[in-house]
């Protein structure tokens, strides 16, 4: 059984620029979550997606969206990146309903 | 979503038991109780979740009184790997979708 993985492990953008991140869903799940964690804090729900679609959305705004294939693996996409999208990307796989979520190691993002 | 308030920070010596406790006052009737480890530069693992009474695995016991209105994470006999930040978080996982809401955790500092 292999676990969440995230691409790329860190990555540098310039303000403005777009960027994506994907992550690969633990074997068997079919929903996967993202997360942003600032520095000291603990994770913000981005949005989730179940099956292709999302399904449910924290406070973030448009410019960033997401998109799960038919194997469920996911990808974060952030448009006109500001400086305070420097984050860890977190990305958690599931089978849906309940509260145990596997995370995957994150991607790093600097916007310089 | 519940809010949790949990210390800051709380800190042991090697071999001691490590209880951290979590206030949930407004905790809902269908809210369980989660709690997750987190690693620097790491996303976070699930440790172990409860609705009432007491709930034991391998890694930790959890505690939660009869009004359900705090738990408390027990760490039995921590080492210095188990130095992390740990989060209480509260919610439905029969819910239309499940997310996780963070807060800050407590980081608990394990020495020698």
């Known amino acids: 059984e292999t676990g969440v993985t995230q691409s790329p492990t860190h990555l540098i953008k310039t303000r403005g620029q777009q960027v994506t991140l994907r992550c690969s869903s633990q074997?068997?799940?079919?929903?996967v979550s993202w997360y942003q964690q600032a520095l000291g804090q603990g994770p913000q729900f981005i949005f989730q997606?179940?099956?292709?679609?999302?399904?449910g959305r924290g406070n973030f705004p448009p410019r960033f969206s997401g998109l799960q294939f038919p194997n469920y693996s996911s990808e974060l996409n952030v448009n006109a990146l500001e400086l305070d999208d420097s984050a860890l990307y977190l990305c958690?796989?599931?089978?849906?309903?309940?509260?145990?979520?596997?995370f995957g190691p994150g991607t790093r993002l600097t916007v310089t | 979503l519940a809010k949790t308030t949990q210390p800051i920070s709380m800190d042991s010596y090697e071999g001691q038991e490590v209880n951290i406790t979590c206030s949930h006052n407004?905790?809902?009737?269908?809210?369980?109780i989660t709690w997750y480890q987190q690693f620097p530069s790491q996303g976070p693992r699930f440790i172990i979740q409860?609705?009432?009474t007491k709930v034991t695995n391998e890694v930790a016991s959890l505690f939660i009184p009869a009004d359900r209105k705090s738990s408390t994470l027990s760490l039995p006999r921590v080492s210095l790997s188990d130095t992390a930040v740990y989060y209480c978080?509260?919610?439905?996982?029969?819910?239309?979708?499940?997310?996780?809401?963070f807060g800050k955790g407590t980081m608990l500092l394990v020495s020698p």
């Open positions: 409860g609705y009432k």
């Open positions: 978080l509260v919610g439905d996982p029969n819910s239309g979708y499940s997310t996780l809401t």
């Open positions: 958690a796989s599931s089978t849906g309903q309940g509260l145990e979520q596997y």
């Open positions: 997606y179940y099956r292709e679609e999302e399904n």
């Open positions: 074997s068997g799940h079919n929903t």
């Open positions: 407004n905790i809902a009737t269908n809210d369980y």
